[in-house]
């Protein structure tokens, strides 16, 4: 028996390995998984179908505000070029503000989640009992990445994905609100030499044992 309610924040920058330790978590305490990634991709998604440019924050905080989840199985959800709108409308505080509610409810489900994005742990769930902060090489994260977009059948330059990373681990690092990084109490998990198998070991491991301890 795990003494706390399973509350687990997991962040990091993209490509680190953190949606599928996440989706691992998961499964394995039975709790309910919010990739909070989606939520500033359909953002982006929506102010792009529109024509709207994502550095406006008018027309950015206006999508957040009505978000619509049918595009949660939209296939450019996860283009390239949506994940560069998603980081960009993302900077903007109001759009951050609208998505707060529906993120807070996930987190306090009585029998406990697992949210993973980039300020769950500092912002959005700061007292969960169990907090990861998973990263990888910035190469290894663009080579995983690169190798993602080419089984989805939207193959791209390892060059241009690795240029794209940086380009968005600079601003979601950069950015004032509710900047990438790390809460003074999560475990670093740094998954650069890890398989996948090993990488969702460890995290269940060092989550099992902020569990016990908290
Ligand atoms: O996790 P994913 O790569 O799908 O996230 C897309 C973008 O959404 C990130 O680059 C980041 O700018 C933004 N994001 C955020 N806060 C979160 C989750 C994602 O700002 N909690």
Known sequence: MLPRRPLIAVDGPAASGKGTIARALAGHFGVSH???GKLYRVVGLMVRLAGGDPADPVAAVAAAERLDAAL???PDLMSAANAASAS???AHPGVRAALLARQHAFA???AGAVLDGRDIGTV???DA???LFVTAAVEVRAARRAA???????ALPLDVVLADIRARDARDSGRTAAPLTRAADAVLLDTSKLSIAEAVARAIALVEARLRSS
């Open 148 to 154: 993602e977009l080419t089984r989805a059948g939207r």
């Open 124 to 126: 959005i769930a700061p």
């Open 108 to 110: 306090a489900a009585p």
């Open 88 to 90: 960009i409308v993302s």
């Open 72 to 74: 949660l199985d939209d």
């Open 129 to 131: 009992p169990a907090k």
């Open 34 to 36: 919010l990739d909070t």
